[in-house]
């Protein structure tokens, strides 16, 4: 396994991460604690020691089970990532409550990377206002968390904002080859190297999309290394970068625990050559796109209250992934029925300020039947 020494910490992390947000599942939707187990386990046993979970994962059931898990081991031979559900926590009680509550679940006494879960403009605001960094200063004095972090989803800006705010140990972003300008994105990466914060990365693999190419992509890259897997490739990709220190993988399957771990366990950063082939791809991928839409949100609000560059990104990542079980996914469970394409009235003014000139209310009508399509096949294919 590679190891990464985090910044100013003592710790040397292992390269891959065990986000444990998806373990394998049974039928009723709980966590297959055997299974589940087994890779806990394995990881463990092949060098993984940093394990990161959140209140909030697993319906609140991934604390306990890790605590659980992990507590046959040594205290000192892992780390433990855990998050403050910051959309929780409207007092300073409220952060107590819930960080002795997540002790308890974990049966331990401390936490070693301790994140602000999911920060954005509203939610970063709100805990200055309510004095939460101070308050995790405060576990860290007493020896509660070893490290403060924040993870992020929101605009490079905001995420300027919140980094240069105060010193923080470490943070975490999304980041993988197709989302270098998305969130904090390669501009994020490089403020935080040279402020010298280490990074953990989430979402390597877009939320596996990048597990899962279009024909034509994984063609080419079966010829580029034919006994390498699709996966391998945007891992690859992210711990070439050198200031990525831990990346989680959300692992629900023992065949993916084995895979990333051969990839980590002898780890190769991609060559020139292979660099330059990720790059013509992810072109290759955007040219995919069904329409140019770049998210600015200049068009908004609308006043029939369709969330259009919404409508668009599910449409876009349709287009270049091709895959129609995240989408429909995405297109039943990331879209409020009221703000989808349908409800569009025809008015036009969004065509007015869109600087990309893109024929909205076209692709509107053109994207509502198509992805409404996708989830009625997929529904007729699974009876
Ligand atoms: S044309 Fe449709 S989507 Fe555009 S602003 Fe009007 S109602 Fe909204
Ligand atoms: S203004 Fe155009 S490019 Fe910007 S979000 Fe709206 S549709 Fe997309």
Redesign the pocket.
Known sequence: MDYRKLGKTNVSASLLGFGCMRFPTTKGGEINSAEAEKMLDLAYSKGINYFDTAYVYHSGKSEEFVGKVLSKYERSSYYIADKLPCWMINSLDDAQRIFNEQLQRLQTDYIDFYLLHSLGKQSWDKMVEICVPEFCENLKKQGKIKYLGFSFHDEYKVFEEILTSREWDFCQIQLNFMDIEHQAGMKGYELAERLGVPLVIMEPLKGGMLASLPEDITAELRKANPNASIASWGLRWIGSLPNVKVVLSGMSAMEQLEDNLSIYSDFKPLSDEEQQMIRRLSEALRSKMNN?????????PCPAGVN??KN?SIWNEYGMYQNKRIAAWQWKNNIDDKRKAKNCVSCGQ?EE????N?N?REDLSRLQKELDSVVESLKASSK
Do not use: E, M, S
């Open positions: 140019g839409c770049t998210g600015c949100k200049y068009c908004l259009i560059p668009f969004c300020v869109c600087p990309q893109i909205i």
